[in-house]
Each structure stands twice: as structure tokens, then as C-alpha cells.
């Protein structure tokens, strides 16, 4: 019999410190109102100096083990756009913050469709056989590489970990991962960026004014790009599923701009309630920003087991995906 | 050409809170106060009203509804 890999734990950490659309605005020339109308954005999270991203990540780690009822997992992967340095990667410090012994640890990198791929190579790993149970973070300290000056990317970001332990189970399981579609476009690969800091062009070659190593986005060409690519991706999941638009019971997609997300529900002709929204309260937490959304949602009653979820994310690459989920009963933590 | 623009006033009403009579040709984006996200938001309204491929720059916010609904007919018309 397939092996699928289910949902059995859901966890999500959130750094204590808020930041309102006022605090920004005594920094910064900009306004609650100015801020709500472009992003639909009222505060956001963000960590302080001495956390970085792994200790969100093992934080929701913690929870969503416990969440399943467990203690361990066979394998740890996780989503980052903000390692917590540029090598090794993050995900061996959050295993061994989680006392999981030495279970393969590795980071992927798709900025805020990582924790899609991140579920993608996981359910690859329990389907193979190779191990019986993932835990996939999806965690960001954003904050670390906005540029200060910025107020359109200070505004829209923000910090946070979410994550899901998937173990082994039956394909028919309520939470076992179901249609998953995964695509990239490097034709786009200057839209969301931080261009310098990396070999194209590191840190100790050019320290004069070119050199910017803070995060970058054309703002216009993402949208459309990103109505888009999420709107056919979250479609083709659903059609695949056996699921036609009505029957899509929530859609959870990255939780990047309030703007674009109803315009992906639009343009599937889904009705604007079935999309669900969180970054009101978190603003975008990047490879977070799907595992917050899911955990908020059964929070607040909005997914219930059986209910037919599709996710759906777009980011940097750039990358794109979704995949549908008939949801489990599970408790976040 | 007024089948165009009369549509590209119905996205308007129904999408972005414009009532009919408040617009004419003559009338900007600008004036209409939409920024640049909403021009985005109108083209992908538009792309799918008409079935033609509206690129970023094909609406500007100087532009007038009538300037608009023209760039929009020429491009159905030549894939008509």
C-alpha cells in the first residue's frame, strides 16, 4: 500500500514584542491608514535582539510535536528566508534544540513558498520509506534583513515559526497530504531579493554604495505574478483532488498582502470568506505565513476536521505551489 | 470602442466602489485617487473581462478611462 504522509501536529510561535502601524509611523513617513488600505496589515510581530530565527523555529517545533502527542520526529526541515547564519544551515540547531538526537536536518530555501516545498520534500521522504515522520518548520526572523529606511517592506513584514509534524499513514487519512503542485520561474529572480552578501556578490568584495543587503521587492510586478501563479496553482490542486470551487471549504494562501489575496480568491471564484486571514495581526511572516494561517484558522473555528483546505503560496525564486488537504482533527498548540 | 469603455466602467462600479455617473472619458486614474496596486488589480479585472493580455505599464494612472478602454480594444482587436 502508498505511503502518505498526515498532518498529526500543528504549532505556531509568535515573538511576545508587537509593532503597530503608529510605532511605524514615528519612524517612518507613513500611517495606520496608509498602511491598512495598501496591505490590510494592523501590527506585526517581531523578535528582539538576542533571538534569531532557530529559536522561533524550536518553539513551534515544540508545539507541534506536542500537539501530536509526541516526542520525537525522524527528520527536521526547515523553511528560511533568514537562516540564523549564512552557513551551516538552520535546521540541525533546531533538531538539537528539540533533543531529537541526530536526525537528518536541512533548510529549504523558496522564501515564502518554503514551507510548500518544505511539505513537498518531507511527504517525498515518509513516502519513500526512508523515515516514518517530518517535522517541517517554516520559521523567519524577517526583521533581520529589512532596511530600516524602508517603509514599505518594514511595513508589510513581519516575525514568527509555524509547523507541522507529518507522519507516516493511509493516503484516504483525514491530514494526509493530497494533490501538490510546485513550480519556479528564475526569469524572475530580481523581483523579490536581497541582492547583495551572497557569491553574485559577497560581502567582501564591494562594500561601497551597490552593496545592499537588505531585502528588496518590485512591489506591482509581484502582485500580478503572484494573483496569478497562486490562483492557477490553487486550482489545479483542487481540480486534481476531485474538488470543484464551491466545495473548496477554506483557502489558505501566503499571507502576503490582503489585496492579493482576495484577488486570488477573485479571480477563482471563490467568495472572499473562504480565503483566510491572519497577517492583520502578524503582517507577512514569509515561510511562516501558511502554518500561522492554518493554526489561526482552526483557532478561531474557521477549519474544522474534514474540511476541505487548499494551501497556496508564492515568494522568491520565484517560486510558486499549493496543495490540498483534507483537514484532520488536530489540536494546535 | 464605447462597448469597451462601458465595460471598463462596470469593472470599475462593481470592483472598486466608482459610481458610473462620477466618470467620463476625460477622467484619470489619478483623479479616481487609485493607486498603483489598483491599477494592477483593474488590469487583471480587465484581462479577464476581455480576454486579452494586459501588461503592467498598459494602465497608467495618468492615463484616462477612455485612454484605457482604446489600449484595451486595440489589443482585442488584434487578436480578434
Known amino acids: 500500500m502508498t505511503r502518505a504522509a498526515v498532518i498529526s501536529g500543528l504549532g505556531s510561535w509568535l515573538p511576545p514584542r508587537i509593532v503597530t502601524n503608529d510605532d511605524l509611523a514615528r519612524e517612518l513617513d507613513t500611517d495606520d491608514a496608509w498602511i491598512r488600505s ?22 513551534a517545533g515544540r508545539r507541534a510535536l506536542k500537539s501530536a502527542g509526541r516526542e520525537s520526529a525522524d527528520c527536521v526541515v526547515v523553511a528560511t528566508t533568514t537562516p540564523d547564519r549564512p552557513c551551516p544551515a538552520t535546521a540541525p540547531l533546531v533538531a538539537t534544540g528539540l533533543n531529537l538526537g541526530t536526525v537528518p536536518a536541512f533548510d529549504v530555501a523558496a522564501v515564502c513558498t518554503g514551507f510548500l516545498y518544505g511539505l513537498g520534500v518531507a511527504g517525498g521522504l515518509i513516502a519513500a520509506g526512508t523515515v516514518d515522520s517530518v517535522l517541517v518548520v517554516g520559521a523567519e526572523k524577517f526583521s533581520s534583513i529589512l532596511d530600516p529606511q524602508d517603509r514599505s517592506t518594514r511595513a508589510i513584514f513581519g516575525d514568527g515559526a509555524g509547523a507541522v509534524l507529518l507522519t507516516a499513514g493511509d493516503p484516504d487519512a483525514p491530514g494526509a497530504l493530497g494533490p501538490l503542485d510546485l513550480a519556479s520561474d528564475g526569469t524572475g529572480s530580481d523581483l523579490i531579493t536581497v541582492p547583495s552578501g551572497g557569491s553574485r556578490e559577497p560581502f567582501t568584495a564591494r562594500t561601497g554604495p551597490g552593496y545592499d543587503p537588505y531585502f528588496r521587492m518590485v512591489g506591482k510586478t ?43 480568491a477573485d479571480r ?57 488537504v483534507r483537514w484532520p482533527d488536530v489540536t494546535p498548540i | 470602442m464605447n462597448d469597451v469603455y462601458d465595460r471598463l466602467v462596470g469593472l470599475l462600479t462593481r470592483g472598486f466602489g466608482i459610481e458610473p455617473d462620477e466618470v467620463s472619458t476625460e477622467t484619470t486614474f489619478n483623479e479616481l485617487e487609485m493607486d498603483s496596486l489598483a491599477l494592477v488589480e483593474l488590469g487583471l479585472a480587465a484581462q479577464d473581462e476581455f480576454g486579452v493580455k494586459i501588461e503592467d505599464d498598459d494602465i497608467r494612472s495618468s492615463d484616462s478611462i477612455g485612454q484605457a478602454a482604446e489600449a484595451i480594444a486595440a489589443k482585442a482587436v488584434s487578436i480578434g
Do not use: Y
Open chain 1, 222 to 264: 509581484v502582485f500580478r505574478s503572484a494573483v496569478e501563479r497562486m490562483a492557477a496553482s490553487a486550482l489545479d490542486v483542487a481540480h486534481r483532488a476531485g474538488w470543484s470551487v464551491d466545495e473548496v471549504d477554506l483557502l489558505v494562501p501566503h499571507q502576503a498582502n490582503l489585496r492579493i489575496m482576495h484577488a486570488v
Open chain 1, 268 to 324: 477563482m471564484k471563490l467568495p472572499r470568506e473562504r480565503c483566510a486571514v491572519h497577517l492583520d495581526r502578524v503582517g507577512n511572516t514569509a515561510a511562516a505565513a501558511v502554518p500561522l494561517a492554518l493554526a489561526d484558522a482552526v483557532e478561531r473555528g474557521r477549519l474544522r476536521p474534514g474540511d476541505r483546505v487548499v494551501m497556496t503560496a508564492f515568494g522568491g525564486g520565484i517560486t510558486w505551489g499549493a496543495c490540498a
Open chain 1, 38 to 59: 495598501r496591505t490590510g496589515i494592523g501590527q506585526r510581530h517581531t523578535a528582539d535582539d538576542r533571538t534569531a530565527t532557530s529559536d522561533l523555529a524550536v518553539e
